[in-house]
């Protein structure tokens, strides 16, 4: 996907050019279809930009009756802040264009209030409006970037980076204050017809540099930033200091040479690609956020890997799932919703504040019913399980401490049935597993595993080696034999 840059000498004429462009646009569009649909930014650009436009002649040729206004971000403060864009878009040149613009064709982002105390709440309704009005391929997307190469409100590293299936999401733990925002999420942004993003100095030209190389999202979103029809560029000089090519004239991204790209970072893009098979839902995303509020580990498994479980589950007629190593529910909230609505899932965590936080989120995502979270050793839990005489489990999926898994395997004999199914993560280790004198005593354990299943008379197993987001390991398939 080719990027057109349009360089120009400095801010103050970046900001008046990007009035001209947006209002000429404007114009033309109208001649083919209406009404038009433009996403407005923020910051001092893109605030410069819209106070251009009130100031040009030219404003009067647009037929402001015909063009909706949405916003691809916002800071979740209450109405009329200052700090909020719709407040500072409004003085800058809605207020200006007055009754030329209908107020029902300015959608604001919800404000926080009593009746919208959360950012979920308001990107939820924000997606509400956006279907109502029929989901709009937006004609123009305006995107301002900040020196970390965010655009909108999605942060390098962030989990908002990687919601797919709606067009919106609560962003909390924003490293720019305010730390609770409401964002567009890149659906929405790579649905628009155009993107067009501005950026202006120095200090933003790395990230226009590592953004125009096509680095991954997860360390430059504004590599993200993509149109159906047209990617633009709208930079000034000193923006393109680190671009290495003569600064003053119109070019494309093919111009610059991509970086070369590490094997994770092709394998994060290659995930990101193929989200679009495995969404997030609003439980899913707020799940994976109590965990990391909860200060839990950042191991559960990727959306990729819990929509394989899920299919997994399903592909057995899953009806009693267990499995040993809940963390924050993550991966569990996939397993118990491939489960029919007689089924059960037991789930094993020796952390008393992980299973807290995994049974407030569990119950916040409606599947509680289905689930019995057991705290303690794991090994304990499934020594009591064997001695109640608990019913056999259809599928196992068991991501504890690998130094384990000899015995947890043993003991989850006792608890299937010939043609149960169980998985075991994280059993390559990076390809740790080949060195017979590691010092690391999860390697050894999955290196016992394989000793254990080489020739095992009950278990059928094989191993599958992943790549991914969260770089290069594997998972063991087990069946139980008769």
Request: net charge negative; hydrophobic share 45%; charged share 20%.
């Amino acid at each position: 996907m080719n990027r057109d840059v349009v360089v120009h000498p400095d801010a103050r004429v970046l900001a008046e050019s990007v009035a001209a462009r947006l209002l000429t646009h404007l114009v033309d569009v109208q001649s083919h279809r209406s009404p038009v649909h433009v996403v407005l930014t923020g910051g001092t650009v893109g605030i410069a930009s819209l106070a251009a436009v009130a100031a040009s002649p030219v404003r009067d040729a647009v037929d402001w009756s015909g063009v909706h206004v949405w916003w691809g971000d916002e800071r979740f403060l209450a109405q009329g802040d200052a700090d909020r864009n719709e407040t500072q878009a409004r003085d800058a040149l809605l207020d200006a264009l007055g009754d030329a613009l209908p107020a029902e064709n300015v959608h604001p982002m919800p404000a926080h209030s009593d009746d919208v105390s959360t950012p979920e709440e308001a990107a939820e309704a924000y997606a509400a409006e956006l279907a109502e009005a029929g989901s709009p391929a937006f004609d123009v997307v305006l995107l301002g970037m900040g020196p970390d190469g965010h655009v909108a409100s999605l942060f390098p590293g962030h989990e908002a980076l990687d919601v797919t299936g709606r067009p919106t999401v609560g962003v909390h733990g924003s490293p720019k204050p305010p730390p609770e925002r409401v964002s567009l999420t890149f659906d929405a942004i790579r649905a628009a017809r155009e993107v067009w993003v501005v950026a202006a100095g120095a200090e933003k030209a790395d990230a226009v540099a590592s953004a125009l190389r096509g680095v991954p999202v997860t360390t430059t979103p504004a590599a993200g930033a993509l149109g159906t029809e047209r990617t633009l560029w709208l930079v000034d000089v000193a923006a393109t200091e680190r671009l290495g090519t003569p600064s003053a004239i119109s070019t494309t991204a093919a111009a610059f040479p991509p970086a070369p790209q590490t094997p994770s970072e092709l394998w994060t893009q290659v995930d990101h690609y193929f989200s679009v098979l495995a969404p997030e839902d609003v439980a899913l995303v707020e799940t994976r956020h109590a965990a990391t509020a909860g200060g839990l580990p950042d191991i559960a498994v990727t959306p990729h890997q819990g929509k394989l479980l899920h299919l997994l589950a399903q592909a057995v007629g899953a009806r009693r799932i267990l499995e040993i190593g809940t963390l924050g529910g993550y991966s569990t909230l996939w397993l118990a919703r491939a489960l029919p609505a007689d089924g059960r899932l037991t789930t094993l965590e020796i952390d008393p504040e992980h299973a807290r936080v995994a049974t407030d989120s569990l119950t916040q995502a409606g599947v509680d019913a289905l689930v019995d979270v057991l705290v303690g050793p794991a090994a304990d839990t499934l020594d009591g399980l064997i001695a109640a005489g608990t019913e056999p489990y259809d599928l196992v999926f068991i991501d504890a401490d690998k130094q384990s898994i000899p015995r947890y395997l043993e003991q989850t004999l006792e608890l299937t049935h010939p043609g149960s199914v169980v998985v075991v993560d994280n059993v390559v280790r990076g390809g740790a597993v080949l060195d017979a004198d590691h010092t690391d005593d999860r390697v050894q354990g999955v290196r016992r595993m394989v000793d254990l299943l080489t020739d095992h008379p009950r278990y059928d197993a094989t191993v599958v080696q992943t790549v991914g987001s969260k770089g290069y390991d594997g998972f063991a398939l087990l069946r139980v034999r008769a």
